[in-house]
């Protein structure tokens, strides 16, 4: 079974950057869609960015211009660069890979805290 793991979380004041990254335990092959998400206490799960095998993004309205997604295909890794970190942005950061046949594989989570 394959996992997916993350590292890069952490503490940091208002303002501050964070780097997440997120690779599979195992080589995979025909990797489509990867992305985050992130759930804060209280709230649904909802989506921060994806990129698609060839290259394309989509941000969530509230990280655009702040945050970005980027990728190793070749090692099926995938970061998310974090900048301008606000409160609001502390989560766990959940990374997500889709195969060819969209099934998802999803990583175990990673704290993200926005505190002066």
């Known amino acids: 079974q394959v996992q997916l793991v993350e590292s890069g979380g952490g503490l940091v004041q208002p303002g501050g950057s964070l780097r997440l990254s997120c690779a599979p335990s195992?080589?995979?092959?025909?990797?489509?869609?990867m992305g985050w998400y992130r759930q804060a206490p209280g709230k649904e799960r909802e989506l921060v960015a994806t990129k698609t095998s060839g290259g394309s993004t989509n941000y969530a309205d509230s990280v655009k211009g702040r945050f970005s997604i980027s990728r190793d295909n070749a090692k099926n890794t995938i970061y998310l660069q974090m900048n301008s970190l606000k409160p609001e942005d502390t989560a766990v950061y959940y990374c997500?890979?889709?195969?060819?046949?969209?099934?998802?594989?999803w990583g175990q989570g990673t704290q993200v805290t926005v505190s002066s």
């Open positions: 997500v890979l889709y195969d060819n046949i969209w099934q998802p594989y």
């Open positions: 195992r080589v995979m092959y025909n990797v489509n869609t």
